[in-house]
């Protein structure tokens, strides 16, 4: 029983650790799995079915369901009919992926209503659509005429609604600013620079891309160098969340910054940032979150701002015991192969220390894998937990113009090892005295139990001795020695440290109020455990017999044992069940005798009504 929960001890700290440390890593084939989970081929709009292919189209998901024939004909009823500005513009999405085959003139008749309605729109939103579905025109039928002969009045009617913060307001009519509506405003602004006759000042240009670092100065960020946008904007309209809101700035920011001569100068730390903002959300369970997630990561992956590459680990416990070695990978976020590089560990150090474990090493590539590794760590890391900082160095200079690298990584580390539990030792003292009357070794890797006897009048002394795989001592989380009666009532006492010795003494005289004056069998059970160690354990180490004196008139009741509370899910006790017995009833004869009198009337009815 020891021994399983033993194993069961080792378990939990195993998952504690796993479970510590989340270092995000670029898209895998989770995410495939999960999209076919999600967009299962029933969708209820458009914007659905173009959120599900663009999902697989920036995934590449081969087996997906096959929707073109049902969502096709939703396109070309849309473009041929009379149908809101939204719906035009994601049956032109769909569209777009799926090459339906739709008749030129349809694409004339709604480029015409387009113009219109953005000469006429007075909201964020009409623009932001009736813009964007020209440009998908633009793209799907080159011989449509979709340029915008008013492109600078568009222009300022968009940025007329911009605030001094880089928020943008929905219409003039709506004192509010809103993140959210920055990254509509951003995306149509560059459809507005696409649809162009002429080209657009380019001091308007650069009044925009101020405002983006306005933007960016408001960006919020997290502890761990995650940078994220938050919605302000809370009257009105529906509110958006981090995910769905930064993701709107990136489709704005990368699309203008897509259209535009020049670079937007933002710093690369906020553009990864950004990207562990994405990845670091895991995988949503919503079909919307996840398309925001998959298609910001697909804008970050290419862009002419600035490209992110993602420092993973495939792990972040390591063994000495094993010898395992250190692994790191560098992606991008879609988990492309990131250019030439190398990656230097700058240093280590412990989590309550700030002194440098390793000196600055550059780490082995491993071009078969794409794995840069250390190959086996210094004699100076020892079993602990440490903070591991870690620093990308393209070989391209030119590359850190185009590439995110994110300075100084810190990577939290378990180094966990096999500890070495030995000198173990169990004495009877004399209270008086403190000379050994009884001492036993044990061996607490192998099934020696001891059995011992004492009285109150005597102390028990138990002690060890704990050592890393480098032969340093060791300081567990957890040490508890534990004595157990017959009776199930226990007590636990932590167990000290004296250096390099684990002592505990037990000094029964000052205990017999605490034993309740109970005397008989006491198990003794040692704990010892740690998250760096390897070899936890929960531990019977025998017996001891203690004679306490009796209990005085006044001394404290035993009190009850506390109730398991899970007992209540076990089973129940069977009930039985006591049923009255049957009252007593009239004999058969009887009772047909009393059925025979009352018919007999009833008889002599039926017979006269026959003879009349």
Not at 132 to 144: E, H, P, R, T, Y
Not at 256 to 280: R, Y
Not at 578 to 595: D, V, Y
Request: with cysteine; charged share 20%.
């Amino acid at each position: 029983m020891a021994r399983n929960l033993g194993g069961l001890l080792a378990l939990l700290f195993a998952v504690s650790i796993c479970g510590a440390v989340t270092i995000p890593g670029p898209v895998s084939d989770a995410h495939r799995s999960a999209a076919l989970e999600l967009f299962d081929g029933s969708f209820s709009s458009l914007e659905e079915a173009y959120e599900a292919l663009r999902v697989f189209e920036i995934l590449t998901i081969g087996n997906k369901p096959d929707v073109s024939t049902t969502t096709c004909k939703k396109v070309v009823e849309n473009l041929g009919s009379s149908s809101p500005v939204k719906d035009l513009f994601y049956a032109l999405k769909v569209n777009d992926i799926l090459k339906c085959k739709v008749n030129g003139d349809v694409f004339k008749d709604i480029a015409l209503r387009l113009k219109a309605t953005v000469n006429d729109a007075s909201t964020l939103v009409e623009m932001y659509y009736s813009i964007g579905s020209l440009v998908l025109i633009k793209d799907q039928a080159s011989d449509v005429d979709v340029l915008l002969t008013d492109a600078d009045g568009s222009f300022h009617s968009i940025k007329a609604l911009s605030q001094s913060d880089g928020r943008w307001r929905y219409s003039s009519n709506n004192p509010e600013s809103s993140t959210y509506a920055a990254g509509l405003a951003l995306e149509a602004l560059a459809g507005v620079i696409s649809l162009a006759s002429s080209e657009i000042d380019q001091s308007r240009v650069n009044t925009v891309k101020n405002d983006i670092l306005k933007l960016f100065d408001s960006i919020e960020k997290y502890d761990d160098g995650t940078f994220y946008f938050d919605e302000k904007f809370v009257g009105g309209r529906e509110h958006q969340g981090s995910l769905s809101t930064t993701s709107s700035v990136v489709r704005g920011v990368t699309a203008f910054a897509a259209v535009t001569s020049g670079k937007i100068n933002l710093p690369g730390d906020k553009i990864l940032g950004l990207a562990n903002f994405f990845l670091g959300i895991g995988i949503p369970g919503d079909a919307k979150d996840f398309f925001n997630q998959v298609e910001s990561l697909a804008l970050l992956e290419n862009n002419k701002v600035s490209i992110p590459l993602v420092l993973s680990l495939p792990a972040t416990v390591y063994s000495l015991s094993k010898k395992d070695q250190l692994k790191v990978r560098v992606n991008t976020v879609l988990g492309s192969a990131a250019p030439p590089l190398t990656v230097k560990l700058v240093q280590a150090f412990r989590s309550n220390a700030k002194d440098s474990a390793i000196e600055s090493k550059e780490l082995q590539y491993d071009q078969n894998n794409g794995i840069h590794f250390l190959e086996a760590f210094p004699d100076n890391v020892d079993v602990g937990t440490y903070v591991f900082v870690f620093e990308i160095a393209l070989h391209d200079s030119a590359g850190e113009k185009v590439y995110a690298t994110g300075g100084q990584i810190h990577v939290p580390i378990y180094v966990t090892g096999i500890i070495k539990v030995s000198n173990a030792e169990i004495a009877v003292l004399d209270s008086d005295l403190g000379s050994v009357e009884t001492q036993k070794t044990l061996d607490l890797a192998g099934n020696d139990d001891v059995s011992l006897s004492a009285n109150h009048l005597q102390k028990l002394r138990f002690s060890f001795q704990l050592t890393t795989p480098h032969g340093h001592a060791f300081k567990p989380h957890q040490a508890f020695f534990k004595l157990k009666h017959e009776t199930k009532h226990e007590h636990i006492f932590v167990v000290g440290n004296t250096g390099r010795k684990f002592e505990i003494i037990l000094d029964f005289l000052g205990l017999v109020e605490k034993f309740y004056y109970l005397s008989g069998r006491y198990d003794i059970e040692l704990t010892v455990g740690d998250t760096v160690m390897e070899n936890s354990f929960l531990r019977l180490l025998g017996e001891v017999d203690l004679d306490l004196p009796e209990a005085p008139e006044k001394a404290a009741r035993l009190p009850p044992l506390p109730v398991d509370p899970y007992s209540r899910y076990g089973p129940k006790a069977e009930i039985a069940h006591l049923f009255r017995a049957p009252e007593k009833r009239p004999p058969q004869e009887l009772s047909l005798t009393f059925l025979g009198l009352i018919l007999l009337p009833f008889i002599g009815f039926l017979v006269g009504v026959s003879l009349v």
